[in-house]
């Protein structure tokens, strides 16, 4: 074998190499996110309404999301801050919290769980995320980091 074959033989293996690191980038599976779900609990007791969804990874990698946002009308929506609780509705003389009987329950299912930060979700692994609202969101935005951040759009659909 001469120097000119060797040269050919390791420049096709370069340029074959070449060609399957293209193709294995192109074929990488994009990142599918899905919400599964959606639904209205109310808090009788105060009137809330808490909208409640989940998102799935759909996608055959992990998928780090780094922002949640819900609109509604195109306006942006935030949690209006409810906490369910025991306590009496207000009263105008006292400082002292009176403890309402009729209003001991079980809250954990009224617990609102918002989007905290950063978050690393596996493939096929849900993440639950829920939020007093006062008006019903009807866009889901996700910012998702690949290269760059990428925002997905998901039209919620609550019960």
Known sequence: ???G?????????????ILMQIFLVKRKSEVKLKLKD???TEDEMDGE???RFKVLNDSDQSVVMTDVRL???GTEIF???HHPSFKAPEEADGDVVRID?????DVSHLLSMNFLGTTVVQPKEEMTYSYYLDEMPDEIKITVRENKDVDIILKPVFE
């Open 1 to 3: 074998m001469d120097i």
């Open 5 to 17: 074959s060797v040269i050919l033989i390791i420049a096709a293996a370069v340029l074959i190499g």
């Open 38 to 40: 959606e639904q209205i």
């Open 49 to 51: 309404k808490l909208y």
């Open 71 to 73: 609109y509604s009308n």
């Open 79 to 81: 949690d209006n801050g």
């Open 101 to 105: 009987s009729k209003r001991i329950r």
